[in-house]
């Protein structure tokens, strides 16, 4: 099947008892087993565990990203902390993308360092960086591509062959393309972590996140940290990002297309001093993003002529576009990165990495271009 049949039909059937064609959101705590003999017969016990709701979005996923299997979490944040606590331990290194979240950032040097924990954080857009940064003691390799917010992008296959190599699992933060633009397990990653707060879910409605492992063992061990530290997603999310999945491919068409039409229509203004998105031709990355992903996204970003005074002007005035710190939603969403998403990020690795004070981050959604374009000029003018 197709993708976008698979989003609305894969993991799912009627439900047996009434033939609802939507999942029932199994809102309960424990689950009555036939006798001590066939405890678990039936596969749950209780819902910190797995829950019906929540299985049948995994199971979803896992086919999205043709994976082994997955584990849904409360948010991403909880998914990227899993990965954390399945594979690494005191003493232990891991290589982490320089561009980051900046909340991946702050858990990796202000909670696992302090339990001995040490982290590189390397420029994966050349693998060759992650070859070199490998010590013995290295146990996880952690890309996200695009990165937030500079959309600097990681060769996925040539760095999970360089993992392979060593015998380290490789996870990728894929929630700024999802399974639908690219395909990070194919390209040979180990695990496929997301934020479904973001396209998954597009209504800003839920947050939540996931791992989709390409074997048992991964799945198993990530898994595992779920159930011990209680990070499971609750039913209702499960129901509602169910929801959202259904119309994953319509939206991040429009949106891409979309934000193809706001980044040409920033690159061409003269108060903008630069934009950065995968599908133009001046993108540093261009070719790798064509051939590594069917899509270049909804993410933009730019710098307006002035710096960061006149970057705050046009996010404290703009209209339309809502000044928020989410992304992928059917709302057209701006962020300053320095003063929200990023704000634990230290100012020196800030600029280090190209987290400039002035850069203005772009979710772009369903609304008519020509409209968010309106929008844009209008707030540029004032600037």
């Known amino acids: 099947m197709g993708f976008s049949t ?55 996923l896992t086919a999205l990203e043709d994976g082994h299997d997955t584990a849904c979490f409360g948010t991403g944040m909880a998914a990227i902390n899993a990965v954390f606590m399945a594979f690494l331990n005191a003493g232990d290194h891991a290589i982490i993308s320089d561009v980051v979240y900046g909340g991946t950032y702050r858990l990796a040097t202000k909670i696992y360092s302090r339990f001995g924990v040490e982290f590189t954080f390397v420029d994966t857009s050349n693998a060759e960086n992650v070859r070199a940064a490998i010590k013995d003691n290295t146990k996880l390799i952690l890309t996200e591509t695009p990165a937030n917010p ?109 934000a193809q039409k706001v980044a040409e229509f920033l690159e061409s203004h003269a108060n903008v001093a630069s934009v950065c998105y995968p599908g133009l031709a001046s993108f540093a ?40 710190e989410n992304l992928g939603s059917l709302e057209s969403l701006v962020t300053h990165p320095v003063t929200m998403t990023h704000a634990d990020v230290e100012e020196a690795e800030r600029k280090r990495v190209g987290i400039t004070d002035g850069l203005v981050r772009l979710s772009v959604g369903l609304e008519d271009a020509e409209d968010l374009i309106a929008a844009l000029d209008a707030a540029l003018a004032k600037v």
């Open 6 to 60: 698979k989003q609305i039909h894969d993991g799912v059937t009627p439900d047996p008892l009434t033939g609802s064609i939507l999942t029932p959101i199994y809102q309960t705590t424990t689950y009555v087993q036939d006798s001590v003999d066939e405890y678990l017969a039936k596969g749950y016990s209780y819902s910190r565990s797995g829950n019906p709701t929540v299985r049948v979005l995994e199971d979803k």
């Open 150 to 258: 500079t959309l600097k992008l990681t060769d996925i296959a040539a760095v999970s062959a360089i993992a392979k190599e060593h015998g380290i699992p490789h996870g990728v933060d894929n929630t700024f393309l999802t399974p639908y633009f690219q395909k990070a397990l194919d390209l040979g990653a180990d695990m496929s972590i997301h934020s479904t707060t973001k396209y998954f879910d597009g209504h800003n409605a839920t947050v939540g996140g996931a791992v989709v492992s390409a074997n048992a063992e991964l799945h198993e061990a990530v898994s595992y940290v779920r159930n011990a530290t209680g990070t499971i997603m609750s039913p209702q999310v499960a129901f509602l990002t169910l929801q959202g999945i259904k119309t994953l491919s319509v939206r991040m068409d429009r949106q891409s297309e979309n």
């Open 285 to 324: 990355q261009h070719k790798l993003a064509k051939s590594q992903a069917s899509g270049f996204g909804a993410m933009v970003w730019f710098e307006v002529k002035g710096g960061l005074t006149a970057g705050k002007k046009l996010m404290d005035s703009i209209e339309l576009w809502s000044l928020a």
